[in-house]
């Protein structure tokens, strides 16, 4: 079976430091990979989606970047956060043909202070 | 283009109620459409889907939802509220094909003892 993780499950980092979050997916092969946002009491916000190693879509111009160095792990980072990067960070992922159900995973915490 | 609306940000029933999620959409081709359960601080996980085929779908936890294509709609229900499904409800929809699914701002079910 196909299962998902991500890490650290919360994190607490200053303003102008540095973030890595992990994603990894085991179980199935060449999987689309996706990050989301979600700020406190909104939706979800697409941040960047890859559909193969190395390539990576960009939804929203900010902070952030992405990146797939292997086929089933996606990496999110930012050289130094902002006060508005504070936020539920989730990875998920997808089948080769995209357009069905989404699996996420458990979800980053994220307090920038 | 696709699009998703989901009519109240809040929904408010009794334990043993009927509840109902109100999820409209846009799509100018068939769209997939899904149907997520979100609990406090953890990702989100597929309650119902439809793709194609019988308009009524029967999700996890007594949930279903009826695909009504002249209504542009695929509403969630289930006959009688838990306290356990106390939840952010979130709609979503795919169509043509694509890599990006179209959340909804998500609906949040306060369940009254």
């Known amino acids: 079976s196909q299962t998902i993780h991500q890490w650290p499950a919360t994190l607490v980092q200053p303003v102008g430091s540095p973030l890595s979050l992990e994603c990894t997916v085991e179980?199935?092969?060449?999987?689309?990979l996706y990050w989301y946002r979600q700020a406190a009491g909104r939706g979800l916000q697409l941040l960047f989606y890859s559909v193969g190693i190395g390539q990576i879509s960009s939804e929203v111009p900010q902070n952030l970047s992405a990146s797939r160095p292997q086929d089933r792990q996606f990496i999110l980072s930012s050289k130094k956060l902002l006060l508005s990067d504070s936020g539920f960070y989730l990875c998920?992922?997808?089948?080769?043909?995209?357009?069905?159900?989404?699996?996420f995973g458990p979800g980053t915490r994220l307090t920038v202070t | 283009a696709q699009s998703v609306t989901q009519l109240g940000s809040h929904v408010s029933v009794s334990e043993g109620a009927l509840v109902l999620l109100r999820c409209n959409y846009s799509?100018?081709?068939?769209?997939?459409l899904f149907w997520y359960v979100q609990y406090p601080n953890q990702g989100l996980q597929l309650l119902l889907k439809y793709t194609t085929g019988a308009t009524l779908v029967k999700g996890i936890n007594g949930f279903e939802a009826e695909f009504k294509k002249s209504e542009t709609s695929f509403h969630l229900t289930k006959p009688s509220a838990h306290m356990s499904d106390a939840a952010e409800y979130f709609c979503a929809v795919n169509a043509g094909g694509s890599y990006i699914p179209t959340f909804g701002r998500g609906t949040s079910l306060i369940v009254h003892p």
């Open positions: 179980g199935t092969s060449n999987p689309n």
């Open positions: 799509s100018s081709v068939p769209p997939y």
């Open positions: 998920a992922w997808t089948r080769p043909a995209g357009d069905d159900e989404q699996y």
